[in-house]
């Protein structure tokens, strides 16, 4: 018999104790320190009789025994088996994007019987945490002075434009014109992004609110923060945007095209653009409500709405717009200060008038 140890786990140590994370099925047991060292004679396929046969009888068989035990419980996957052919498929499909994406994609994977709540047993669940644990604000202030934003007409000339038209004449742009953007249009924009709606602004019980684009629950986990470099009115540099008091609140750094283009992955166009958002995700509104791993897809599912409608109220604006997931994560939590244990950094869009 020959063997390996599973490449569809992970083991990591908590409370003492060396856990095997088997995201594919989604089983977590403790294994021995035997079995820990054991597994490190298998990293690939190993002749099992070969490897015990310099042992004495009574090691041989002490160790066979807990080799067994470890194919039982799927740690060692046996060459040519169904659980290796399982395996191999996985791997086919995922091996170029590393251990980490498919962790993160079978372990927040639901499987055939995973349990879930009715509305009304979920509601309950959380009247009770409201008792104990009050959910985390839907919307957040810095705190100190704020330069307020002109406010969202009623009708805005630029919403006069047909949905299916503004869907056809959406583009991804990466070259802007020479002028700004008009202060006006940043405040019409965030406000329409992440304000609360203005048909139904009233902020639930359980911190659900309504917003133009959907989100999870209500909970809308995303923060906007508004980098100007050409907004005249506005001084240059980040703000983070407070979308109950409709106002932005400087956050103190500023930068420049060389430093927003490193943030974003050494893509020069994001750093010539008048306007860059940045989205990010407040994780505890979320979890709050959630609290399995696969929540943490529906984070990354908000910025793809908010974005989307981002773009589209952009075009009807005229302006030009483009989209990026290519971070060099850390120099934008760095610059609005973000906790990354807390609040993750999701994407930014930049923004300008379109080239003449």
Same mark, same amino acid.
């Given at each position: 018999?020959?063997?390996?140890?599973?490449?569809?786990?992970?083991?990591?140590? +908590?409370?003492?104790?060396?856990?095997?994370?088997?995201?594919?099925?989604?089983? +977590?047991?403790?294994?021995?320190?035997?079995?820990?060292?054991?597994?490190?004679?298998?990293?690939?396929?190993?002749?099992?009789?070969?490897?015990?046969?310099?042992?004495?009888?009574?090691?041989?068989?002490?160790?066979?025994?807990?080799?067994?035990?470890?194919?039982?419980?799927?740690?060692?996957?046996?060459?040519?088996? $169904?659980?290796?052919?399982?395996?191999? #498929?996985?791997?086919?499909?995922?091996?170029?994007?590393?251990?980490?994406?498919?962790?993160?994609?079978?372990?927040? #994977?639901?499987?055939?019987?995973?349990?879930?709540?009715?509305?009304?047993?979920?509601?309950?669940?959380?009247?009770?945490?409201?008792?104990?644990?009050?959910?985390?604000?839907?919307?957040?202030?810095?705190?100190?002075?704020?330069?307020?934003?002109?406010?969202?007409?009623? +009708?805005?000339?630029?919403?006069?434009?047909?949905?299916?038209?503004?869907?056809?004449?959406?583009?991804?742009?990466?070259?802007?014109?020479?002028?700004? %953007?008009?202060?006006?249009?940043?405040?019409?924009?965030?406000?329409?992004?992440?304000?609360?709606?203005?048909?139904?602004?009233?902020?639930?019980?359980?911190?659900?609110?309504?917003?133009?684009?959907?989100?999870?629950?209500?909970?809308? $986990?995303?923060?906007?923060?508004?980098?100007?470099?050409?907004?005249?009115?506005?001084?240059?540099?980040?703000?983070?945007?407070?979308?109950?008091?409709?106002?932005?609140?400087? %956050?103190? %750094?500023?930068?420049?095209?060389?430093?927003?283009?490193?943030?974003?992955?050494? +893509?020069?166009?994001?750093?010539?653009?008048?306007?860059?958002?940045?989205?990010?995700?407040?994780?505890?509104?979320? #979890?709050?409500?959630?609290?399995?791993?696969?929540?943490?897809?529906?984070?990354?599912?908000?910025?793809?709405?908010?974005?989307?409608?981002?773009?589209? %109220?952009?075009?009807?604006?005229?302006?030009?717009?483009?989209?990026?997931?290519?971070?060099?994560?850390?120099?934008?939590?760095?610059?609005?200060?973000?906790?990354?244990?807390?609040?993750?950094?999701?994407?930014?869009?930049?923004?300008? $008038?379109?080239?003449?």
């Amino acid at each position: 018999m020959r063997a390996k140890v599973a490449e569809h786990a992970t083991l990591f140590y +908590q409370d003492g104790a060396v856990v095997w994370d088997d995201y594919l099925h989604h089983r +977590q047991f403790a294994i021995s320190e035997t079995a820990e060292l054991l597994c490190r004679k298998f990293t690939e396929f190993t002749d099992v009789d070969a490897l015990l046969r310099p042992l004495g009888e009574e090691d041989r068989a002490a160790l066979r025994k807990v080799l067994d035990e470890l194919v039982d419980a799927g740690v060692l996957i046996v060459e040519g088996s $169904p659980q290796h052919e399982e395996e191999r #498929r996985l791997l086919d499909g995922w091996r170029s994007w590393g251990v980490s994406a498919r962790h993160f994609h079978f372990a927040s #994977r639901t499987l055939a019987d995973a349990p879930y709540q009715g509305s009304d047993e979920h509601d309950a669940v959380l009247d009770a945490k409201l008792a104990t644990s009050p959910p985390p604000p839907p919307f957040r202030s810095l705190g100190g002075a704020a330069v307020p934003l002109p406010p969202l007409p009623e +009708q805005p000339g630029w919403a006069g434009s047909g949905l299916f038209d503004v869907l056809l004449e959406r583009r991804t742009t990466r070259e802007f014109g020479t002028s700004g %953007v008009p202060l006006d249009r940043v405040g019409e924009l965030l406000a329409v992004l992440a304000g609360p709606s203005p048909a139904r602004s009233r902020i639930g019980r359980s911190g659900t609110v309504f917003k133009t684009s959907p989100s999870g629950g209500g909970r809308h $986990p995303v923060e906007l923060y508004a980098h100007a470099r050409d907004v005249p009115g506005l001084e240059p540099g980040w703000y983070h945007y407070d979308g109950l008091a409709h106002a932005l609140e400087p %956050v103190g %750094v500023r930068w420049g095209p060389a430093e927003m283009a490193a943030a974003a992955g050494d +893509q020069d166009w994001v750093g010539q653009a008048p306007l860059v958002l940045a989205y990010t995700g407040v994780l505890e509104r979320t #979890r709050w409500r959630y609290d399995t791993s696969r929540a943490y897809r529906v984070v990354q599912m908000d910025v793809g709405h908010l974005s989307q409608t981002a773009y589209l %109220v952009a075009t009807a604006m005229g302006l030009g717009i483009g989209f990026t997931a290519a971070l060099r994560d850390e120099l934008v939590e760095q610059a609005l200060d973000c906790d990354a244990y807390h609040e993750v950094v999701l994407g930014l869009s930049a923004l300008g $008038p379109l080239p003449e």
